[in-house]
Nanobody, 113 residues
Framework: QVQLVESGGGLVQTGGSLRLSCAAS????????MGWYRQAPGKQRELVAR???????NYADSVKGRFTISRDNAENTVYLQMNSLRPEDTAVYYC???????WGQGTQVTVSS
C-alpha cells in the first residue's frame, strides 16, 4: 500500500522560504502525477501545483513565480519550494498521488506578518 509522508512545514516570516517534501512508499510513484494542495481554515482545499510523471508542471495563479514543484523519481519524493511567502499562504499543505487518489497527512505552513 502506498503511503505519503510530508515534511518541511513550519513558521516563517513574510518574505521567507520553506521547502516541503513528500516521500512516497511503493513503486508507482514514478508513473503518477503528483500534486501539492493546501487548505486554509474555513476554506476549501485548493490545488497549488502539479507535476506530471514526465515533469510537466502547472501552478495556481496565486503562487506562480514564487513556488516551484519538482520531483526525484529515484528518491520517490516530490518537493515544493516556496519563496516570497505571504500571510495568505498560511494553510495545511497536502501532497497527492494522483493515480490512486492517495493523500498525505498534511504539514502546517504558517506565515507571520
Amino acid at each position: 500500500q502506498v503511503q505519503l509522508v510530508e515534511s518541511g512545514g513550519g513558521l516563517v516570516q513574510t518574505g521567507g522560504s520553506l521547502r516541503l517534501s513528500c516521500a512516497a512508499s511503493g513503486r508507482i510513484f514514478s508513473i503518477s502525477a503528483m500534486g501539492w494542495y493546501r487548505q486554509a481554515p474555513g476554506k476549501q482545499r485548493e490545488l497549488v501545483a502539479r507535476i506530471s510523471n514526465t515533469g510537466r508542471t502547472n501552478y495556481a495563479d496565486s503562487v506562480k513565480g514564487r513556488f516551484t514543484i519538482s520531483r526525484d523519481n529515484a528518491e520517490n519524493t516530490v518537493y515544493l519550494q516556496m519563496n516570497s511567502l505571504r500571510p495568505e499562504d498560511t494553510a495545511v499543505y497536502y501532497c497527492n498521488l494522483e493515480l490512486y487518489g492517495i493523500w498525505g497527512q498534511g504539514t502546517q505552513v504558517t506565515v507571520s506578518s
